[in-house]
């Protein structure tokens, strides 16, 4: 834990992060349960400027008279959730992993309402490719900087293999002629988890292209920069793919089997207006299980040994493993 009394004892924040988050996977998901509060998304610009400056004066070795452990440690929960690490710029608040599940339940809803037509089918997939895009490159490694031209390219790739996928699939259930009602309705309510995982995987992968040409920023046990690696850019863009498979898994599977079940009960069925509600409320809480849990599957801070890397990162350092920002 942060310790106010022993000033002699400085860590970097990366550091810390490591010896407190990285470790197992329950530690990483109490890490990012705390990162994906939505009550971060109110932090005014003065607050966040106030933490900013605590952390810095602790890094420092100097703190004001009286500040407590908690006050550190939820300064630099609002630092991570507002605040890139690579950049140290403010993201964007649709697009930061505090706002991935108030901006895009919404749009999840959309996807799974039932009797979707042709339309509405490329709409709601447009939105959701059009989010996941902006999220993926809002919080990309951003070591190296990213062209106009290959965020286009990457998000017309991305939107246009959700629809491709999504529409194909659909057309496919229409034309299954001995399926029962029934099920054919489960199965159309399904069809978004395998469009949207594939498209997401395209997203990440195309959104985050530039990684893979020109590498990620590579560090010693210093902080210091040893080099550009284009395998740990391979590596964090297939760690990143992998969770963005797993995050839709429980969202598009779960709430259609419990809908389908819930419509019978006699209540919902004398209480029409009530069902997208519950849809969405059930659409809610998935979500906001399912991402914090996703998204800690893989370190943020990844470590990677040198000798796995390009021999010209091996020659530039006596370090055995080194650290680089994988990206969420």
């Given at each position: 834990?942060?310790?106010?009394?022993?000033?002699?004892?400085?860590?970097?924040?990366?550091?810390?992060?490591?010896?407190?988050?990285?470790?197992?996977?329950?530690?990483?998901?109490?890490?990012?349960?705390?990162?994906?509060?939505?009550?971060?998304?109110?932090?005014?610009?003065?607050?966040?400027?106030?933490?900013?400056?605590?952390?810095?004066?602790?890094?420092?070795?100097?703190?004001?008279?009286?500040?407590?452990?908690?006050?550190?440690?939820?300064?630099?929960?609002?630092?991570?959730?507002?605040?890139?690490?690579?950049?140290?710029?403010?993201?964007?608040?649709?697009?930061?992993?505090?706002?991935?599940?108030?901006?895009?339940?919404?749009?999840?809803?959309?996807?799974?309402?039932?009797?979707?037509?042709?339309?509405?089918?490329?709409?709601?997939?447009?939105?959701?490719?059009?989010?996941?895009?902006?999220?993926?490159?809002?919080?990309?490694?951003?070591?190296?900087?990213?062209?106009?031209?290959?965020?286009?390219?990457?998000?017309?790739?991305?939107?246009?293999?959700?629809?491709?996928?999504?529409?194909?699939?659909?057309?496919?259930?229409?034309?299954?002629?001995?399926?029962?009602?029934?099920?054919?309705?489960?199965?159309?309510?399904?069809?978004?988890?395998?469009?949207?995982?594939?498209?997401?995987?395209?997203?990440?992968?195309?959104?985050?292209?530039?990684?893979?040409?020109?590498?990620?920023?590579?560090?010693?046990?210093?902080?210091?920069?040893?080099?550009?690696?284009?395998?740990?850019?391979?590596?964090?863009?297939?760690?990143?793919?992998?969770?963005?498979?797993?995050?839709?898994?429980?969202?598009?599977?779960?709430p259609p089997i419990i809908m389908s079940y819930l419509e019978r009960l006699?209540?919902?069925?004398?209480?029409?207006?009530?069902?997208?509600?519950?849809?969405?409320?059930?659409?809610?809480?998935?979500?906001?299980?399912?991402?914090?849990?996703?998204?800690?599957?893989?370190?943020?801070?990844?470590?990677?040994?040198?000798?796995?890397?390009?021999?010209?990162?091996?020659?530039?350092?006596?370090?055995?493993?080194?650290?680089?920002?994988?990206?969420?």
């Amino acid at each position: 834990m942060f310790n106010s009394q022993r000033r002699e004892s400085i860590f970097t924040e990366n550091e810390l992060f490591f010896c407190l988050f990285q470790g197992s996977f329950l530690g990483r998901l109490r890490h990012f349960i705390d990162i994906i509060d939505p009550s971060t998304l109110f932090v005014s610009e003065t607050r966040l400027k106030e933490c900013i400056k605590l952390l810095d004066d602790y890094k420092q070795g100097f703190l004001p008279a009286g500040v407590t452990d908690l006050q550190l440690w939820e300064a630099q929960k609002i630092k991570q959730a507002i605040i890139h690490p690579d950049t140290g710029e403010k993201i964007f608040m649709p697009f930061r992993m505090s706002g991935y599940v108030p901006f895009g339940t919404p749009i999840v809803i959309g996807l799974l309402l039932p009797n979707q037509t042709v339309v509405s089918t490329i709409i709601w997939q447009w939105l959701n490719q059009s989010h996941n895009a902006c999220v993926n490159y809002a919080n990309r490694n951003a070591t190296k900087p990213t062209p106009t031209s290959k965020f286009l390219q990457g998000y017309v790739g991305a939107v246009t293999s959700a629809v491709s996928i999504a529409v194909g699939l659909n057309v496919l259930i229409q034309k299954a002629n001995k399926l029962s009602p029934a099920t054919r309705m489960i199965i159309q309510r399904l069809v978004p988890f395998p469009a949207v995982a594939s498209a997401n995987i395209c997203n990440v992968g195309l959104m985050r292209h530039n990684e893979l040409s020109e590498g990620v920023d590579v560090l010693d046990n210093n902080g210091n920069v040893v080099g550009s690696s284009k395998i740990a850019a391979r590596h964090a863009i297939m760690e990143t793919a992998f969770t963005r498979v797993v995050l839709p898994m429980p969202i598009f599977v779960l709430p259609p089997i419990i809908m389908s079940y819930l419509e019978r009960l006699r209540f919902l069925q004398s209480h029409r207006r009530l069902l997208l509600p519950v849809h969405s409320f059930v659409c809610l809480v998935t979500f906001g299980l399912s991402l914090p849990v996703a998204i800690s599957l893989f370190p943020q801070i990844s470590q990677i040994e040198v000798s796995r890397l390009e021999q010209e990162i091996a020659m530039a350092t006596d370090c055995k493993v080194v650290t680089y920002n994988k990206g969420l």
